[in-house]
């Protein structure tokens, strides 16, 4: 396999307004070059391949037809923006991508005139799409104007209720608005993609009122195979009626489905929309994910998230494993629950490979269920199986557990159901950035009655938790764990049960005690063994529950130190805020003891290694060193040593 990395005509492109004078044979060339670039500059520095791959001609055809930035091109989730990107002024910066100071993985607002609107969660771009339709008709000031809002989601986007709120308010309101949908799974026959052919030189050169009855006469003129196809096409998406009926109920013109790799199908139906377009249209363009890129198109996941990688074989260029991912542990640590217990079920939104639960889905079919991007159900649906005497496991991200909270409160914690959330991504993660931390949930789970939250603080207390869950029948109950590899501790056998609201001592010590939540309690030891050099050793206890509280362990370290320190890897009113509401009703404050807590800073963290991000934190073992002799008074120690 051959890879030029010639881009002549790319190369005279510094902005979208450049693409404005090639005629559509060279858009062509320029896509095919485009395609090119996005697949060497992600070689490189690893990130989302196959989604923007997928859309390469549409990206094109989009900046060459519209007006960015005056026009809003919003790309839902964003991870297939690279091309966009490289389109739009940052295509000498792209080997920054997802690193320390460097692009984003996603739009971003602060990052370029061309991102109006930053998102790495799905399903949030129609509802910004007909924000500004509303802002442009209402006058309001925007800094690069007001001209079309068009959203680019996806078919699984698509599974998420909020789409179809903000097409329901959109079909209400009337406003001009145009949703492209990326349907990037369905598989459209020969057939189809003839009668698609057809139909967009009819949408190029017929008023949109007469479309309808010109696609009626077109599909009554085909034979039967053909006008099976095309009633498929039109009425079923992803396999449910949800095609262009359904769209139209809410109010929305739709057109499709196209070619989206067809420049000369997209550029006169997009040239079509711009001229005639009146309220809100929805153009369906089935694209392949991975296209163009073979080592793309044949993985599983056409190349969704990819290391860095050899460009001719595919091959990815990963460091080698020391120990087991917290995602295996978890996923090994389930089956080995559910064999015994046919009660234990699994649920998640759309990310089963994520979460390790494909895994669980190839042992257990018919207890694992993947809701779509559709959190909010998710949790609900948990509820539901909960109340019916099952037993299951929510297994989500930190950052996307977030979209369901309402529902964790009014039908999970209310009604005491004994939902076992596996929160996976706990804490920072690395190149995706601020949008996908897990910082909030410890906060935001700690404050409801009877909720039961604990953090894994390595690889074999997360298999503890997970048999933990297991036998918790008295309410819900929550454990994080981070992404990457485990600490590389002995593994038992199985799970034990721990009993809740207890936490385990780790080291003996005096003056000062620091009481760890989570996986920081490696960097822990680690500032433990430099301390020592110093002639200062500290206690150190493992939580592993932040709800409810070990109050014993903790009043009891409380007064046999002088000073406290508590660390975690979440937000501020989280762990430790807790503990400082339990010392303060008990009045150890009023008995002078120095108290710490080591949390996240309120600021959103941007991309880079993991490490990196946590000395912005100040949470790594230099820092917790340099914490406990602050709080002992005896920095100076540090600087003589």
Request: aromatic content about 6%.
């Amino acid at each position: 396999m051959s890879f030029s990395t010639e881009t002549p005509l790319l190369d005279t492109v510094s902005s979208p307004a450049d693409l404005k004078r090639f005629s559509d044979a060279q858009l062509e060339q320029v896509a095919d070059e485009l395609r090119r670039e996005t697949i060497s500059a992600v070689s490189k520095t690893g990130g989302h391949l196959g989604a923007g791959l997928g859309v390469v001609e549409l990206t094109v055809a989009l900046h060459a037809i519209f007006d960015a930035p005056r026009d809003k091109i919003i790309w839902d989730v964003s991870h297939q923006c690279y091309p966009h990107k490289i389109l739009t002024g940052r295509r000498d910066r792209m080997g920054t991508l997802r690193q320390e100071n460097g692009l984003s993985g996603f739009t971003k607002r602060s990052e370029s005139p061309y991102d109006p609107f930053g998102a790495a969660h799905s399903s949030t771009s129609i509802s910004a799409a007909l924000g500004f339709a509303v802002a442009r008709d209402l006058g309001g000031n925007c800094d690069t104007g007001h001209g079309d809002a068009i959203a680019v989601i996806g078919d699984g986007a698509m599974s998420a209720g909020m789409a179809y709120e903000a097409m329901n308010n959109a079909g209400h309101l009337k406003k001009r608005l145009i949703v492209i949908l990326n349907d990037n799974e369905m598989s459209i026959a020969p057939p189809v993609g003839a009668l698609s052919s057809y139909l967009s030189q009819l949408y190029a050169g017929a008023p949109f009122q007469d479309l309808k009855e010109a696609a009626k006469g077109a599909v009554s003129f085909l034979p039967e195979p053909f006008r099976e196809g095309a009633k498929r096409a039109k009425d079923l998406l992803k396999g449910m009626a949800v095609g262009g009926t359904l769209f139209e109920a809410l109010g929305f013109s739709y057109l499709g489905p196209i070619d989206g790799h067809d420049l000369g199908q997209l550029l006169p139906v997009l040239r079509t929309v711009k001229d005639r377009a009146h309220g809100p249209i929805l153009i369906h363009v089935v694209t392949k994910k991975g296209k163009g890129y073979g080592p793309a198109e044949e993985f599983a996941d056409r190349g969704h998230a990819r290391a860095k990688f050899d460009v001719i074989t595919g091959e990815q260029k990963k460091a080698p494993s020391n120990a087991p991912s917290y995602t295996k542990v978890f996923a090994d640590a389930l089956l080995q629950e559910a064999a015994d217990d046919p009660l234990v079920c699994a649920v998640t939104a759309a990310m089963p490979d994520g979460t390790g639960l494909d895994l669980f889905a190839e042992r257990y079919p018919s207890r694992t269920f993947d809701v779509g991007i559709a959190e909010q159900h998710g949790v609900t649906f948990c509820a539901g199986l909960a109340a019916g005497g099952m037993k299951p496991f929510c297994a989500m991200y930190s950052t996307f557990l977030q979209r369901g909270y309402d529902q964790v409160v009014h039908d999970v914690a209310i009604q005491r159901l004994p939902v076992r959330f596996a929160i996976d991504r706990a804490g920072l993660v690395g190149a995706d950035g601020a949008t996908h931390a897990g910082t909030y949930d410890v906060a935001y789970l700690a404050n409801l009655p009877g909720f039961v939250v604990m953090a894994a603080a390595d690889e074999a207390e997360l298999k503890h938790m997970v048999a933990t869950a297991v036998a918790h029948n008295d309410g819900p109950i929550a454990f994080r764990y981070p992404r990457g590899e485990g600490r590389g501790v002995d593994m038992p056998e199985r799970g034990e049960i721990l009993p809740i609201g207890k936490g385990r001592m780790i080291r003996e010590g005096s003056r000062v005690a620091i009481l760890s939540f989570g996986t920081r309690l490696g960097e822990v030891l680690t500032a433990c063994e430099a301390l020592e050099a110093k002639g200062i050793s500290p206690t150190v206890a493992d939580a592993r529950f932040a709800k409810p509280l070990d109050r014993d362990l903790i009043l009891k370290l409380a007064a046999d130190h002088e000073a406290l320190i508590t660390i975690e890897e979440g937000a501020i009113g989280g762990f430790g805020s807790h503990v400082a509401q339990l010392l303060a009703d008990e009045e150890v404050f009023d008995h002078g003891l120095k108290f710490r807590s080591m949390v996240l800073p309120d600021i959103f963290i941007d991309q880079a290694s993991p490490q990196a991000m946590y000395d912005v934190a100040g949470m790594n073992a230099e820092h917790i060193e340099k914490k406990v002799l602050d709080v002992l008074g005896v920095a100076s120690i540090g600087k003589r040593a």
